[in-house]
């Protein structure tokens, strides 16, 4: 090798940028490496460390142009007999030889369109143009990486590609938008990689992971990956033209909410993870066999710490390798869409995690973030809260919501934490948040980070839903943006929650003492249009499971949970359990374990699993308990005064010539004989569900064969029926005809 003096012809004039490439600080690349007019003629600089030798190779007949120097460690230059498209021929230790382009003999990449949109915040095919893309430039098959890092002093793409030296492949900036590229030739998919960063005091960051991955390595370890450009070949065309009408509010929704690493563990894999392709094979079949209409998944973008359930991702636009592909994440799409089961994802745009190979201080700066930790740190989860009022920030995270909707044919998004959005002091001491512009405690920029996220999503995914898990009493959450709101389809009933969990805890002798906990949803209930979550929050953290937190014996724990199941199911709003709720678990949810099979070996608990399956299956024939989820004229109280027998009763009704129900709730262990309730039909009604029978593990009290309406006025109707009420039970009767 030949390491000539300072001085040499090749080097000469730009000294100072050859020492910056040898150490690996050098800001413009584009300006030193590659082909250069000098006074010697055409010189081609090249910088590959390690290398015996480097010739400059002709493109147009491979005839060699010239030979290259060490003229510094690593780094080579030569004049060469031309100036035309080459290539270089790289000869390494061990009789290797390499043919590659030079990444520093090809232009700009990214258009001035892409700028633009990205700067303001409006670019929603952005997971198709920054990140990693696999493309072909003249003629030349490699890998595009962008990056936005406005405040880096350098930028560098490293992978095994190039042995993770950022000294190889330093990337262009393109100053109007703060975005750094270049083009790496003869590589593909499958790549790992990640971007070396100096910050503006010149600081080397820790390699970070492309907030733009769509791909990733499975965790623990943290590389991005060079995804293919998506390529599945979809057979839903019949859903995706009417999701929209199926997931509209008269439309039946039951929603099984799913952690899927604990839902089932791979046989003798007590740690183990089902893949996609796994979950179609067993996860589809059983909801679609309980009557579910949709599964909901935790996120399952990639998350560095598997015990955030997801709720802290670093990668917003790659599903998580634990599972397997991208491809196979669409493969169990499409076979939800055939089985007829939409897909809620989980989506996180109310914070990310600090771990240092994320987006925290991503260049050196608070980029993503805000500085002022008052508004730019969650205290409660350890985690970072995105900068709303940066248009290229709300732009990243609307771009992630459409490539779900979009590109995975995702049919809602569940919007974790809008609470926390939606409010500055959230969760904070008087002297620990900032006011907004107007002095208040709304966040402004979050209120119009999530109408326009609305807008977008249903101009752009016609069908698609949005969902708000949202607990305060902030107005319009499911109003459109048109009429002052902020625009989601649907938005959790956490009061409801709340309150009648409360009350089911209870031991029944003192629940005559609070029966406003059951009957003030209904005080609120058409307010927003809602869904009723009986959610993974309520069976974690030392809450216990759903059946552990009702009162007595066994026998009365699992009555208790079927009547509430019973009442959950003829209450106004759309329906959401998680995962082993049906099954009665004894044990709160474990994210290392999975759901407690055996328990349907117990009758009784079998018999709790099916009337989940009638309680959807009713659900969704009977237009009394889904066509006026919304409005308040399907909905009337017979009986809501009744506390001393803690007794409740009330009509669900639909439009038209839809049948009104009759549902009655017994909260006590005393059966109640002879008890009138007024109908507003004569005739005979029957039980369409007793959650006393005994194929459900009840004591099968009843009223088999229906009972005929008389003519005795109760409760302002002119029939009533004198009614069985079984102990701990809901029943819910229609009339015939």
């Known amino acids: 090798m030949n390491d000539t003096t300072t001085h040499a012809p090749e080097i000469e004039g730009v000294e100072a940028a050859a020492m910056e490439a040898l150490e690996g600080r050098l800001t413009d690349p584009f300006a030193f490496l590659g082909m250069h007019e000098t006074g010697q003629g055409p010189v081609v600089r090249a910088f590959q460390p390690g290398a015996l030798a480097v010739e400059v190779m002709s493109h147009e007949n491979g005839e060699m142009l010239g030979r290259l120097s060490e003229v510094r460690h690593g780094l080579f230059a030569g004049t060469v007999s031309r100036r035309e498209r080459y ?112 910050g503006k005091f010149g600081e080397t960051l820790p390699p970070k992971a492309d907030p733009l991955a769509r791909r990733t390595e ?48 791979p046989e003798g894999e007590p740690h183990g993870v089902l893949d996609w392709d796994k979950l179609v094979d067993t996860l589809i079949p059983y909801v679609a066999d309980l009557g579910f209409t949709h599964i909901e998944l935790m996120p399952i973008m990639e998350h560095p710490f598997g015990g955030s359930w997801g709720y802290q991702p670093l990668s917003l636009f790659a599903p998580s390798a634990r599972y397997g592909t991208p491809e196979g994440f669409a493969r169990f799409i499409d076979a939800c869409h055939r089985a ?76 974790d934490a ?58 319009g959450v499911s109003q459109p943006v048109s009429q002052g709101g902020l625009g989601f389809n649907y938005k959790w009933n956490m009061g409801w929650m709340h309150d009648t969990l409360h009350y ?79 099954l009665g678990q004894h044990r709160e949810w474990n994210h290392d374990g999975e759901i407690e099979w055996a328990l349907l070996q117990n009758q009784s608990h079998a018999g709790l699993q099916m009337l989940v399956r009638d309680l959807n299956r009713v659900y969704a024939k009977e237009p009394a308990l889904h066509a006026t989820d919304a409005e308040p004229s399907g909905f009337e109280w017979v009986i809501g005064d009744d506390a001393t027998n803690s007794v409740f009763a009330y009509l669900r009704k639909g439009h038209g010539e839809a049948k009104p129900l009759l549902v009655v709730l017994n909260m006590t262990p005393v059966p109640r004989h002879e008890y009138r309730i007024g109908v507003p039909e004569a005739g005979t009604w029957r039980e369409i569900v007793n959650t006393d029978a005994q194929i459900y593990g009840g004591s099968n009290l009843g009223n088999a ?31 015939e005809g």
């Not at 006011?435 to 249903?458: A, K």
């Open 218 to 265: 499975a965790p623990p370890a943290t590389a991005s990956v060079v995804a293919a450009p998506p390529a599945f070949r979809w057979t839903d065309e019949e859903w995706m033209a009417r999701r929209g009408e199926r997931q509209g509010p008269t439309k039946p929704m039951a929603v099984y909410e799913v952690h899927p690493a604990s839902w089932l563990r």
């Open 504 to 582: 089911m805890a209870r031991e029944p002798l003192y629940r005559a003492y609070h029966h406003n906990e059951m009957t003030f949803g209904l005080i609120y209930a058409f307010s927003e249009k809602f869904v009723l979550p009986i959610s993974h929050d309520e069976v974690v953290h030392g809450k216990g499971s759903l059946l552990g937190k009702m009162p007595g014996d066994e026998w009365q724990k699992l009555a208790n949970l079927r009547s509430y199941f019973g009442f959950m199911w003829t209450h106004p709003g759309k329906k959401l359990l998680f995962m082993g709720c049906e």
């Open 87 to 198: 290539w270089l021929r790289i000869s390494w230790p061990d009789g290797v030889t390499q043919d590659t382009e030079d990444p520093y003999s090809f232009g700009v990449v990214l258009g001035d369109l892409d700028l633009h949109l990205f700067s303001e915040g409006a670019h929603w095919d952005l997971a198709e143009r920054l990140g990693s893309q696999v493309t072909e430039i003249d003629g030349v098959k490699g890998v595009v990486f962008s990056v936005w890092a406005p405040n880096a002093r350098r930028v560098s793409v490293i992978g095994d590609f190039n042995a993770w030296d950022g000294r190889r492949h330093p990337m262009r900036l393109r100053h109007s938008a703060g975005v750094w590229e270049l083009f790496v030739p003869r590589i593909g998919p499958g790549e790992r990689y990640k971007y070396e960063i100096v």
């Open 418 to 475: 809008v609470a926390s959005m939606l409010y500055r002091d959230y969760s904070r001491a008087h002297d620990q948040w900032i006011p907004n512009r107007f002095g208040g405690r709304e966040n402004l920029e979050s209120i119009d980070f999530l109408r326009r996220m609305n807008q977008i999503v249903q101009e752009r995914a016609p069908g698609a839903i949005t969902i708000a898990e949202e607990s305060t009493a902030f107005p």
């Open 340 to 415: 007829n089961i939409g897909v809620i994802l989980d989506w996180v745009p109310a914070h990310f995690p600090t771990d240092p190979h994320g987006m925290a201080r991503f260049d050196g700066t608070a980029l993503y973030e805000h500085e002022d930790p008052r508004e730019g740190y969650h205290h409660d989860w350890n985690t970072y809260i995105y900068n709303l009022g940066r248009r290229e920030v709300q732009g990243f995270l609307i771009a992630s919501a459409l490539w779900w909707v979009e590109t995975f044919h995702i049919d809602a998004l569940r919007v």
């Open 705 to 735: 064969g229906g009972v005929r309406a008389e003519a005795t006025p109760a409760h302002g109707k002119s029939h009533s029926l004198g009614l069985t009420l079984p102990p701990l039970s809901t029943l819910v009767l229609r009339p």
